[in-house]
């Protein structure tokens, strides 16, 4: 990407005709286009211009306003607004065009600059007007010429911003002598960007560009359309629950229910101390005036919102089936309420400078409903049916949304096998065995690896709330028949680390029962793969335990 940076729309249509090229009127009295003077940038071809244009001129400030595009701008910019219209027809035959405002449009070449598939695609140069302020998260700018005055630092700092996106997240070994001694260490590899007319004086810099390396190129891992019958989809989790009976609530709190305030966990006064001014302290004085029954209402509605809920169940009453979207059983807050005001008067003990009122902070809010709801599920009598606390507003995940560009190592996949093109690998050659497996296996449907693609398992650690990310979703053919696959999680299992034990505890005792008692989205196990070797033999013996157990069932 080259981007050159102007002060006015007068100047930036110059600068656009010397790049992009230009109309004249010749004695024919007929319409050229002229070439541009940056062949690698020109829009003209054969007389005539481009259909996809490889440079685009955009003023950022009249995008962002969100009023009406100026008269002047819209009819510089028409001719690339029809071009973007026309290619956006042919991309997408079912969507409503004629509905896109000329900023839509606009706005959405510059937010796919270099994507594959996406508007901005051929886009090379952008030739813009104040595009400075505004966000633009565009990774593969290598060149920036600023034909404007840049008068203070902070402008300088901007413009110079546009080249510091980072492409590749991937290390290098790189080696430094200190006192005689070589040290190794991880590290980014280097990347450049070449600024014209901008200062840098005030910049410190160090090394020399004159032999810039090329940065590696990313691959764009994504969904394919043509793949979308080996989608996969999953549940979305925030906990879990335990189905309690219709009856009334019972509690009995113990040592665990006992909750101590520390200052140890929380600062209650900080000093401000500015450049400028005075120092200023603050303190939690204003949270202490807070009434203990704000505080006991607060926690009630944070116990019954997090744990008593119906997410997608169906129950049947009084002979009539009742299916329950993300519903709160409202029914049970005043018990609760009464509760959680046994549990503030008898199971909080307060140390140093601390008080009650501090639990109507998160990160003490959520550790008291914990113990209040635990102390409930001991009491309950009866067995008690674990169950999934969904995501109110994005229960489901799915394949189909992967879409992103990385430069770390990959596989291509199966056509046949997996809806995602690639597999993004962790390792030089674990991921990559795993997948060629899984492939070779005649009992597996599709399945895809968790990058990107926002399948988490929530747990806890020391006290602490956390996200497991597996490492691949494998559909298999079990025994059961095509219309019951096995939902298989595997973790691909390397160097042990102290967080490992708990992830896979939890995601054995918690995640697949909770997921599986549920019942609307399949049947689910975990499995552990510390050797991609033997992964095809380990596969097969948890599902033939699987099969054998059905069998028994039937």
């Not at 009295?29 to 940038?41: S, Y």
């Not at 003209?44 to 440079?55: I, K, V």
């Not at 260490?185 to 600024?195: G, K, L």
């Not at 979308?228 to 009995?252: H, M, N, S, W």
Request: proline letters at 5%; hydrophobic letters at 35%.
């Amino acid at each position: 990407m080259f981007i050159v940076v102007c002060n006015n729309t007068n100047v930036s249509k110059l600068v656009f005709d010397y790049i992009a090229g230009w109309e004249k009127i010749t004695s024919e009295n007929q319409t050229v286009a002229v070439p541009g003077k940056l062949p690698l940038f020109s829009n003209e071809s054969r007389g005539g211009w481009s259909a996809r244009p490889q440079t685009i001129l955009v003023d950022s400030e009249q995008l962002e306003s969100g009023e009406a595009m100026r008269p002047e701008f819209k009819q510089i910019a028409a001719r690339e607004i029809a071009d973007f219209k026309a290619d956006y027809r042919r991309r997408f035959p079912g969507r409503d065009t004629d509905s896109l405002v000329d900023q839509d449009l606009l706005r959405e070449v510059m937010n796919t600059v270099g994507k594959p598939g996406k508007l901005g695609e051929q886009i090379r140069c952008v030739v813009s007007v104040c595009m400075l302020t505004e966000g633009w998260d565009a990774n593969t700018v290598t060149h920036i010429l600023g034909v404007r005055a840049f008068g203070t630092q902070l402008l300088c700092e901007q413009v110079v911003g546009r080249g510091l996106r980072r492409m590749s997240h991937a290390t290098e070994t790189r080696r430094f002598e200190v006192n005689g001694d070589t040290v190794e260490i991880e590290a980014f590899p280097v990347e450049y960007a070449e600024v014209y007319g901008v200062p840098f004086s005030f910049i410190p810099c160090s090394g020399s560009t004159s032999d810039p390396k090329l940065g590696p190129i990313p691959t764009r891992v994504r969904a394919l359309p043509d793949r979308i019958d080996r989608e996969v989809t999953f549940p979305r989790l925030l906990g879990y629950r335990y189905d309690l009976p219709q009856a009334k609530l019972d509690v009995k709190f113990t040592a665990e229910s006992r909750l101590t305030l520390s200052s140890a966990d929380l600062p209650t006064k900080t000093e401000n101390a500015p450049i400028i001014g005075e120092s200023v302290i603050h303190n939690l004085d204003e949270l202490k005036r807070r009434r203990p029954q704000e505080v006991a209402f607060l926690l009630a509605k944070l116990t019954l919102e997090k744990y008593f809920r119906q997410d997608g169940e169906e129950r049947t009453e009084r002979g009539k089936t009742h299916k329950f979207d993300s519903d709160v059983q409202v029914w049970r807050f005043p018990r609760l309420l009464e509760i959680t005001r046994q549990w503030f008067s008898t199971c909080i003990r307060c140390k140093d400078n601390t008080f009650p009122q501090l639990l109507l902070l998160l990160q003490f809010a959520h550790d008291a409903a914990d113990r209040i709801y635990k102390a409930i599920v001991a009491s309950s009598p009866g067995d008690k049916s674990l169950k999934p606390v969904l995501r109110p507003y994005d229960t489901t995940g799915s394949t189909r949304y992967v879409d992103f560009d990385i430069t770390r190592q990959t596989y291509a996949t199966r056509p046949d096998r997996c809806h995602i093109s690639h597999v993004v690998a962790d390792t030089n050659s674990w991921e990559q065995k795993l997948a060629q497996t899984i492939e070779d296996m005649n009992e597996v449907v599709t399945y895809a690896k968790n990058q990107s693609l926002g399948f988490a398992i929530p747990y806890t650690l020391n006290g602490e709330e956390h996200d497991y990310f597996p490492d691949f979703i494998v559909r298999v053919d079990d025994g059961h028949g095509p219309a019951d696959l096995l939902n298989l999680i595997l973790e691909c299992t390397g160097q042990k680390k102290k967080d490992k034990e708990a992830k896979v505890t939890t995601t054995q005792t918690l995640w697949v029962p909770a997921v599986n008692n549920h019942g609307g989205f399949g049947r689910w196990e975990f499995l552990e793969i510390t050797d991609p070797s033997d992964a095809r033999s380990k596969i097969r013996t948890e599902l033939a335990a699987n099969h054998h157990e059905y069998m028994t069932a039937q």
